[in-house]
């Protein structure tokens, strides 16, 4: 798998989610479809399995947390979903990271790539201090969690795409940037993202995949602002 743009299908039932998925329907190339805990938690495997059939290349976004043994038992069940991407909290440790592997890891050798959440975006470094009493520089825990990862055998992290460029020389430039908090540059506004990037901008900044919901779900032609994402982010590579 290359670059490519992640659509973060946002949705609460199947039915909103196969109306949209149905516009696409004449696309010869699949959107890679991102199903998050809200979707997951209301439709269960049964649409991961039909978002499959449909031929969409599939992250299921569940950001796994638990003990290792926990982790493990969910991850062999998962596998069984055939997705290409899955993730897992690293604060979860470097243990409960390899038990993950293990559980994800198929009789044949073969798995989906697994990436992990390092501090949430939606943490700041007073919340970091105040809730969780780590009081390191953020940036810095930031790197750390995804070398934690990486010496883990992960495949990636999940990071802000102004994050990306410094995974890359902490981890080596194969280990995987998966980057949400996207928009256009006159696109609609930012939403509940603080810090964003056009989509041209985070493949300079060396994203790998880029996560994108509301300026795709949210528009009257969501294929167009799919294009629109692709040109932009994969052109930037060229
Ligand atoms: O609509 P929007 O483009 O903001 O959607 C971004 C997607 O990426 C959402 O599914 C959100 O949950 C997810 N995400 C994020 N920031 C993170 C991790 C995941 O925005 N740090």
């Not at 809730?131 to 999940?158: F, N, S, W």
Request: glycine fraction near 8%; hydrophobic fraction near 40%.
């Amino acid at each position: 798998m290359g670059k490519d743009v992640i659509i973060a299908c946002d949705f609460s039932s199947a039915e909103q989610t196969f109306a949209f998925l149905d516009r696409f329907s004449g696309e010869s190339r699949k959107p890679f479809v991102k199903i998050g805990m809200e979707l997951y938690y209301a439709e269960g495997p049964a649409i991961v399995r039909e978002i499959k059939r449909r031929g969409h290349p599939i992250f299921l976004d569940l950001k796994l947390h638990d003990i290792p043994n926990t982790v493990k038992k969910t991850m062999a069940v998962l596998r069984d979903l055939d997705v290409d991407i899955t993730n897992l909290h690293a604060a979860g440790t470097r243990a409960m990271m390899e038990a993950a592997l293990e559980g994800l890891t198929r009789p044949d050798g073969t798995r989906p790539l697994l990436i992990a959440v390092t501090q949430l975006t939606s943490t700041d470094q007073a919340a970091m201090e105040r809730d969780l009493l780590i009081e390191k520089p953020l940036d810095q825990v930031v790197m750390h969690y995804a070398d934690t990862a990486r010496l883990a055998g992960l495949d990636g992290v999940v990071c802000s795409p102004l994050e990306a460029a410094r995974v890359h020389e902490v981890c080596g430039k194969n280990f995987l940037t998966v980057t949400p908090g996207v928009r256009f540059a006159d696109g609609m506004g930012k939403d509940d993202q603080k810090r964003v990037m056009t989509p041209a901008d985070a493949g300079k900044a060396g994203s790998d995949y880029i996560v994108v919901g509301r300026p795709i779900t949210g528009t009257e032609d969501p294929v167009a602002a799919w294009k629109r994402c692709l040109r932009e982010f994969l052109g930037s590579a060229e």
